[in-house]
């Protein structure tokens, strides 16, 4: 089993489109609630609802981030970083809870070369000869 190399950076605003399926009933008071003016839009409405109830779980997420050994934020790889993981012979262990980016300039077989495992809670952005290389190892 190969060394994991942290290459952890925090970028603030990346989001990810998320669909939900709403009763009306809820939609309705969610847009009177938006007309009276406690929220700006339906979004913003969702989005405190959403961190609220992450803040009511906060100690758990902690603790499962901990067990699990996971990497909160965006995990940025470069096609220099994973060269540098090859040069040392090490296998890249990736488990992020956010965003991992893989480089548009990565060549599939470094990819491949360097990356054991995959496991993202979150999004995986990465060129499709990239998601093919590591099909086997994205969990």
Do not use: C, W
Request: charged share 25%; no cysteine.
């Amino acid at each position: 089993m190969g060394t994991s190399t942290s290459l952890v950076r925090t970028k603030v605003g990346e989001t990810e489109k998320l669909t939900i399926n709403l009763g009306l009933v809820d939609l309705g008071q969610i847009d009177l609630l938006v007309q009276e003016g406690f929220y700006g839009n339906r979004t913003d409405l969702i989005r405190t609802a959403i961190r609220n109830q992450l803040s009511v779980h906060a100690d758990e997420l902690k603790r499962t981030v901990s067990r699990r050994m996971l990497q909160v934020g965006l995990q940025d790889f470069s096609r220099a970083d994973l060269e540098r993981a090859r040069a040392a012979g090490e296998m890249l262990q990736i488990q992020v809870v956010g965003l991992v980016r893989i480089a548009e300039d990565v060549p599939a077989e470094l990819a491949r070369a360097t990356i054991q495992r995959v496991a993202v809670l979150g999004a995986f952005h990465a060129s499709a000869a990239v998601r093919r290389a590591l099909a086997d190892r994205i969990y």
